[in-house]
């Protein structure tokens, strides 16, 4: 039963996800340029989730995918919130060394500190803070100086909300795995419900700014 | 983990997840709610700022009307009674002199009272030779009085105001000062300061009238605070004023360069 609502759950982020890439190409033009890093994201994840589907199927260890998605989701999430002026006072030097590091980190941690045939639980923690700080500063942002961006915020909302609920899920990762394999499957449907609602928020923003657009054309 | 069971661990995490899924969904809704009533605040705002100007060009428009009738309609109509005079005198054999020497008095009192509503309207000054010079007509005006002493300070590094349209706010906003201060303060001195810096243009106003309580207009402004805030809006200058009753009242007026 749980088994079958994980996979059902699963099932509606693989729409969403495909319904927020096909929304937001026929709409690229409406939509702010921040959505374009938005959408390279996306297609990013729907990579990864197909990857992750078909060695699923062939009963392989998918999560090596999981170490490459953690660098593009960083790499592109820092683009994004920079394309917000996030990191305005920060010139474009420091930006990229901070991105650098992490990075650095991220890809030494898969190298030389946690297997990749396990979860990257460091990187992924490191990550999942460094975004959720994104989003906390993105809304700080908004309080100091006031900006159109209404369909930013359901992106904001959603990087909040999921890296949020998900943090424990990867922290303990491996230690689901290896002390509890039984409770691996209550916690991965967590983090697919999870994802679920962070897929139809990106929906609703991808919607939302889209339609804006069109009032002002 | 040792004392803890599995289970424990188990439970402790979902916990965890649990609170961290709700503390992120209430500082979503908690910052969607505040954005919103800030959203309204400011709608609010803005719709008491477009009423008040609207007020304030009805007050105008009233002002430059009553002056219109009761100065040039008026004279205008006397103009018209000598000119029925003159129709008289020519069909008679009486002496036209006195009547075209007072025909012309009125009319050149009426060309003044035009040049007067004119120059409240639009200061030629301002046109003609900028802020500082309009600004010391203005001051020399009201001093002339005797009732008003203005010390007016403008170093010549302040003088580069070249945009007009600044130029004009800025006259109007130490104009509306002025005229507060005399109306509603019963000044007697009156200071104003510039100072030009690289970066910015400070305006230092002081006068030692009867003073308000800053913190009330603060919350309750009038036409004339509405009046100069709109225009330092338009002109992306900012204010600070303080006062007291008693005390007069002191303000800073910044305008950014760049």
């Not at chain 1, 359901?154 to 795995?177: E, P, R, T």
């Not at chain 2, 007067?116 to 030779?129: D, G």
């Not at chain 2, 600004?135 to 002493?149: A, D």
């Amino acid at each position: 039963m749980l088994q079958e609502i994980g996979l059902l759950c699963r099932n509606l982020v693989f729409i969403c996800l495909f319904a927020s890439i096909l929304l937001l190409f026929f709409n690229r033009k409406r939509l702010p340029d921040t959505f374009r890093y938005l959408g390279y994201y996306l297609c990013w994840n729907l990579a990864i989730e197909i990857t992750a589907r078909i060695l699923s199927d062939y009963e392989t260890n998918n999560l090596p995918l999981l170490h490459l998605y953690t660098i593009g989701e960083f790499l592109l999430f820092a683009l994004l919130y920079r394309k917000v002026h996030l990191f305005k006072k920060w010139p474009d030097k420091k930006f990229w060394i901070f991105v650098c590091i992490v990075l650095l980190f991220v890809i030494l941690n898969s190298i030389f500190i946690q297997n990749i045939y396990t979860f990257n639980s460091y990187a992924k923690t490191v990550v999942q803070l460094i975004l959720m700080g994104f989003a906390f500063g993105y809304f700080y942002q908004l309080h100091e100086k006031e900006q159109d961006t209404e369909a930013l915020n359901w992106v904001n909302a959603a990087v909040l909300i999921y890296y949020s609920g998900s943090l424990f899920i990867f922290m303990f990762g491996n230690y689901f795995l290896d002390k509890v394999p039984e409770t691996h499957l209550i916690f991965w449907i967590i983090n697919v419900f999870l994802n679920l609602i962070f897929q139809v928020l990106i929906l609703t923003a991808i919607w939302k700014g889209s339609r804006k657009r069109k009032f002002f054309s | 983990m040792e004392g803890i069971t599995e289970k424990e661990v188990f439970f402790l995490i979902g916990v965890g997840i649990f609170i961290m899924s709700v503390m992120a969904m209430a500082f979503v809704a908690f910052h969607s709610r505040s954005q919103q009533k800030l959203l309204s605040q400011k709608l609010e705002a803005q719709e008491q700022l477009l009423h008040q100007t609207i007020l304030a060009q009805e007050e105008e428009r009233s002002r430059i009307a009553k002056d219109l009738h009761d100065d040039i309609g008026s004279k205008l109509n006397v103009i018209f009674l000598y000119v029925q005079r003159l129709k008289k005198i020519a069909t008679s054999a009486d002496d036209p002199g006195t009547a075209i020497n007072e025909l012309t008095q009125i009319i050149n009192t009426t060309i003044g009272s035009t040049r007067r509503i004119s120059h409240e309207l639009l200061p030629p000054t301002l046109e003609e030779f900028g802020l500082a010079e309009a600004l010391k007509e203005l001051c020399e005006g009201f001093s002339g009085t005797g009732y008003l002493n203005i010390d007016l300070n403008i170093p010549d590094k302040a003088l580069c105001i070249q945009d007009k349209m600044t130029a004009l706010n800025i006259f109007r906003i130490l104009q509306e000062l002025i005229n507060n201060a005399i109306r509603h303060g019963k000044a007697r001195n009156i200071a104003i300061f510039f100072s030009d810096t690289s970066d910015e243009i400070c305006i230092r106003y002081e006068d030692d009238g009867k003073g308000f309580d800053s913190n009330m207009v603060m919350k309750n402004k009038g036409l004339g605070m509405n009046n100069v805030e709109s225009r330092l809006k338009m002109i992306g200058g900012n204010w600070t004023y303080e006062s007291s009753p008693g005390n007069g009242m002191k303000a800073k007026i910044v305008l950014h360069k760049f």
